[in-house]
T-cell receptor, first 113, second 110 residues
Framework: NAGVTQTPKFQVLKTGQSMTLQCAQDMNHNSMYWYRQDPGMGLRLIYY???????DKGEVPNGYNVSRLNKREFSLRLESAAPSQTSVYFC????????????FGQGTRLTVV | RKEVEQDPGPFNVPEGATVAFNCTYSNSASQSFFWYRQDCRKEPKLLMSVYSSGNEDGRFTAQLNRASQYISLLIRDSKLSDSATYLC???????????FGKGTRLHILP
């Protein structure tokens, strides 16, 4: 019963490097989300996808791109990593129906040096 | 104005006391509301949904006030294990955008 799986769990990048964070859910959910969490800032929405084939900007989209590859997978890409992108990244999914909760992956701890 | 606002705390409360948190939201079209709990920067987990009529789950009571655009969480007979960060969550539903507040830190003191 995997739920939401994120990879990798930890990553260190050098400034300017690129990488893709992977997220997959096995709950047949329509909606998927990427958040970042910094100390004192709570979770801030980066991008979300209400259905396969659609993506929308959240609160802090600059410096990121996303791909909703299929219903299961939603990836987050950093094209040129910056130290300001050091954070914990959480992927989540939900059915999209009213009053249904979002389920989270365990997070990716990214450090950009 | 941020879409979802909470008092960050910390709230330092003796064991057995009652504690309440409020959260305000800016979008009057918001449809779904939740309280999540987060421990030590692990992933957030649902504590309870918040329904228009208010709802209770054991020692926890959630209320929604649409007219004033706030939701509340009341914890009675607090336990040491209640120490965590409590996140207010609003789903716009129209486009399924889920926004979190910054969270309120709660420390239950022995």
């Amino acid at each position: 019963n995997a739920g939401v799986t994120q990879t990798p769990k930890f990553q260190v990048l050098k400034t300017g490097q690129s990488m893709t964070l992977q997220c997959a859910q096995d709950m047949n959910h329509n909606s998927m989300y990427w958040y970042r969490q910094d100390p004192g800032m709570g979770l801030r929405l980066i991008y979300y996808s209400a259905s396969e084939g659609t993506t929308d900007k959240g609160e802090v989209p600059n410096g990121y791109n996303v791909s909703r590859l299929n219903k299961r997978e939603f990836s987050l890409r950093l094209e040129s990593a910056a130290p300001s992108q050091t954070s914990v990244y959480f992927c989540a999914s939900s059915t999209g129906a009213m009053n249904t909760e979002a389920f989270f992956g365990q997070g990716t701890r990214l450090t950009v040096v | 104005r941020k879409e979802v606002e909470q008092d960050p705390g910390p709230f330092n409360v003796p064991e057995g006391a009652t504690v309440a948190f409020n959260c305000t939201y800016s979008n009057s079209a918001s449809q779904s509301f939740f309280w999540y709990r987060q421990d030590c920067r692990k992933e957030p987990k649902l504590l309870m949904s918040v329904y228009s009529s208010g709802n209770e789950d054991g020692r926890f009571t959630a209320q929604l006030n649409r007219a004033s655009q706030y939701i509340s969480l009341l914890i009675r007979d607090s336990k040491l294990s209640d120490s965590a960060t409590y996140l207010c969550v609003v789903n716009m539903n129209r486009d399924d955008k889920i926004i979190f507040g910054k969270g309120t830190r709660l420390h239950i003191l022995p």
